[in-house]
């Protein structure tokens, strides 16, 4: 196997199947492209297949126009033994003036499966630079937050 690969960014444009009755992309449309780049970041990382265990944090900030020339980047910020924390990031611009906006950006953790379904190890991601320290910090402390969420959600819960 090559060697991993932390990162990786999907560009495209953004389609006439995309978009929602008030001309914009829908929400789930920037969640399924989110999705997609998590999956080839974390099958990039670990050269595992991989599924989804969590995805949150999400937040729109902008919205994107159809023919928008959208990147969708992501990045891995937390290692544990099956899973990939990855940091997501959706940017979109005219494909002819280029000038680059947020749209979305979110957390989603991904876990290495073999051929059954059950989790495997996965290579260790050590921070160097003290920004990815800081990332790394940053989801160490998610995690504990996500206890405390996951605990405060259950009340939600609607037919158990
Ligand atoms: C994700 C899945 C493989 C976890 O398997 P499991 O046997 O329950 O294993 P664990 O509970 O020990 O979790 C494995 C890892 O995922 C992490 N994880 C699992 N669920 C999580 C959640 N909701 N939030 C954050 N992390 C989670 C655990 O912390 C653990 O991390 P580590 O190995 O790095 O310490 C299993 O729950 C599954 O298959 N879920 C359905 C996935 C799916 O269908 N996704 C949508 C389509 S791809």
Redesign the pocket.
């Known amino acids: 196997m090559n060697k991993p690969q932390r990162d990786i960014t999907l560009r495209f444009l953004a389609e006439p199947q995309d978009v929602n009755f008030g001309g914009k992309v829908h929400g789930g449309a920037v969640m399924k492209w989110i999705d997609l780049a998590a999956y080839a970041c974390a099958a990039g990382w670990s050269g595992r297949y991989c ?4 995805a949150g944090g999400i937040k729109f900030v902008a919205p994107i126009h159809v023919g928008s020339l959208v990147e969708v980047s992501a990045k891995v910020v937390y290692t ?4 990939m924390h990855i940091a997501l990031e959706v940017n979109a611009c005219d494909p002819k003036s280029l000038i680059r906006r947020k749209t979305t950006h979110c957390i989603v ?1 991904m ?1 290495a ?1 073999d051929e059954t ?3 495997i190890s996965i290579p260790d991601w050590v921070p160097e630079t003290e920004a990815d320290k800081e990332q790394h910090a940053a989801a160490v402390k998610l995690m504990e937050m ?1 206890k405390q969420i996951g605990n405060e959600m259950e009340i939600f819960a609607i037919n158990t």
């Open positions: 599924v989804t265990a969590y544990g033994t099956s899973s953790i876990v499966v379904g059950q989790k996500r």
